[in-house]
């Protein structure tokens, strides 16, 4: 190789990273008139302009946030569509700087942030996977198409007003700064996504698992931190851990259940109902292809089993391995969530992006089936989103899209686990 040769590949990738660049740019543009659009309706009645119907989830953290400001408890508002706040504490006290805002523009204020946390996820994520690849074209490829797989529930977490998006880059900027050695900014992720959805704690497992009991420790101080010691500041000790007792009592309890369980909770439509074809976790599409109520013990079997070869794989992982037992597990998080909408699924950015880098360096015919399998997640995730009468989301198709994910992190990894690894080493 020339030392022409590096600046030659920029040079040829340049255009395509403008238009790339350009048609993102263009696209966050479009998405933010459906966003304000989607929070309406806004004005008097008589001159009101904006959606009819209410459908954002947005209004619901800032009304949550209204309450704080005004000393009411956060869980007992209802936004103008009717639902409840299903978060921990402190997320309503982040929410309040958008409470002061007007409507139209704390809508947009909280759109234009989340569309920054999705470039910067993106980018991690490329950078994570990317790390020891020098082909430019190659590194472009690992930044783009994953991101192509999972942006349309980048786009619905956009859309909706979602904490998807903040969730999925918490998880991700947790990883990526543990990996640069910045301990601290990782834990301080990592406890901000266990306390904004409790299932973060499974990569706190994951830390514990493989030792690294410096980011494991830092992260537990962050979790009491930020759900004990700072709300109760703002609550005061008894009302945070008031507050703390009713999520358990309405969110989190009624989330451990079974679906008969569950019909109880006022929650049911709004978020824990299994037959809801938004919900694609472990549970909730066995309980719909099945037709009838499953037991907690016959989901945790399911996802033990799930899990099992993860833990197999990982006993015997290195360095080429490793991301791609990182990224099974990230996926695993999801798969056997309680709750685990569609849009949560815009985290399997960074594990799509392990397994495109690792498929690059593998055989021929192991890298045609890693990008075949990689395709299929798209496609799915796409049908998701297409499909008006919602049979793809009824049968699982996010659910089934991960599983395949799952399957193809843990192959590559037993593959990077024999004699000869190539794929992170490019």
């Given at each position: 190789m020339t030392l022409t040769q590096p600046a030659t590949e920029a040079d040829r990738a340049r255009p395509l990273k403008l238009w790339l660049a350009g048609t993102t740019i263009l696209l966050f543009a479009f998405?933010?008139?459906?966003?304000?659009?989607?929070?309406?309706?806004?004005?008097?009645?008589?001159?009101?302009?904006?959606?009819?119907?209410?459908?954002?989830?947005?209004?619901?953290?800032?009304?949550?946030?209204?309450?704080?400001?005004?000393?009411?408890?956060?869980?007992?508002?209802?936004?103008?569509?009717?639902?409840?706040?299903?978060?921990?504490?402190?997320?309503?006290?982040?929410?309040?700087?958008?409470?002061?805002?007007?409507?139209?523009?704390?809508?947009?204020?909280?759109?234009?942030?989340?569309?920054?946390?999705?470039?910067?996820?993106?980018?991690?994520?490329?950078?994570?996977?990317?790390?020891?690849?020098?082909?430019?074209?190659?590194?472009?490829?690992?930044?783009?198409?994953?991101?192509?797989?999972?942006?349309?529930?980048?786009?619905?977490?956009?859309?909706?007003?979602?904490?998807?998006?903040?969730?999925?880059?918490?998880?991700?900027?947790?990883?990526?700064?543990?990996?640069?050695?910045?301990?601290?900014?990782?834990?301080?992720?990592?406890?901000?996504?266990?306390?904004?959805?409790?299932?973060?704690?499974?990569?706190?497992?994951?830390?514990?698992?493989?030792?690294?009991?410096?980011?494991?420790?830092?992260?537990?101080?962050?979790?009491?931190?930020?759900?004990?010691?700072?709300?109760?500041?703002?609550?005061?000790?008894?009302?945070?851990?008031?507050?703390?007792?009713?999520?358990?009592?309405?969110?989190?309890?009624?989330?451990?259940?079974?679906?008969?369980?569950?019909?109880?909770?006022?929650?049911?439509?709004?978020?824990?109902?299994?037959?809801?074809p938004r919900n694609q976790d472990l549970g909730s599409v066995m309980q719909r292809l099945a037709e009838g109520d499953q037991t907690r013990v016959m989901v945790l079997v399911l996802a033990a089993a799930l899990g099992l070869p993860i833990w197999l794989i990982g006993r015997k992982a290195n360095a080429h391995s490793e991301p791609l037992i990182l990224g099974a597990v990230v996926v695993w998080m999801l798969l056997v969530s309680p709750v685990a909408e569609d849009h949560y699924f815009s985290l399997y950015v960074l594990p799509a992006a392990y397994a495109l880098a690792a498929s690059m360096g593998a055989g021929r015919s192991m890298r045609r089936w890693g990008y075949a399998a990689l395709a299929a997640v798209g496609l799915l995730n796409l049908g998701a989103v297409l499909d008006i009468g919602r049979r793809f989301e009824i049968y699982g198709a996010v659910f089934w899209g991960g599983l395949l994910l799952l399957f193809l992190l843990l192959y590559l990894a037993r593959y990077e686990n024999g004699p000869h690894p190539q794929g992170m080493n490019l």
């Open positions: 998405f933010a008139w459906i966003t304000l659009f989607r929070a309406g309706p806004y004005g008097a009645p008589g001159h009101q302009w904006g959606s009819p119907a209410h459908r954002t989830d947005f209004t619901v953290y800032r009304d949550a946030a209204a309450a704080v400001v005004h000393g009411q408890d956060p869980y007992v508002i209802r936004n103008s569509r009717g639902w409840a706040y299903v978060y921990p504490p402190p997320y309503s006290i982040v929410m309040v700087p958008f409470a002061l805002l007007p409507l139209p523009v704390s809508v947009l204020a909280w759109y234009f942030l989340c569309a920054a946390l999705t470039v910067s996820a993106v980018i991690m994520s490329g950078q994570l996977a990317a790390d020891a690849i020098a082909d430019e074209r190659k590194r472009l490829a690992i930044f783009f198409i994953p991101a192509l797989i999972v942006a349309v529930w980048f786009g619905v977490g956009l859309t909706r007003g979602q904490a998807s998006v903040l969730m999925s880059w918490l998880v991700i900027a947790a990883i990526f700064w543990e990996k640069k050695g910045k301990t601290m900014a990782a834990a301080a992720c990592l406890g901000g996504a266990v306390l904004l959805k409790a299932f973060a704690l499974t990569l706190l497992c994951y830390y514990v698992w493989r030792g690294r009991w410096k980011m494991a420790a830092a992260s537990v101080a962050a979790i009491i931190l930020g759900g004990l010691l700072l709300p109760s500041a703002v609550f005061g000790w008894h009302g945070n851990l008031h507050y703390i007792g009713e999520w358990t009592h309405e969110v989190a309890g009624p989330a451990l259940g079974s679906e008969s369980t569950r019909t109880h909770s006022e929650l049911y439509d709004q978020l824990l109902s299994m037959e809801r």
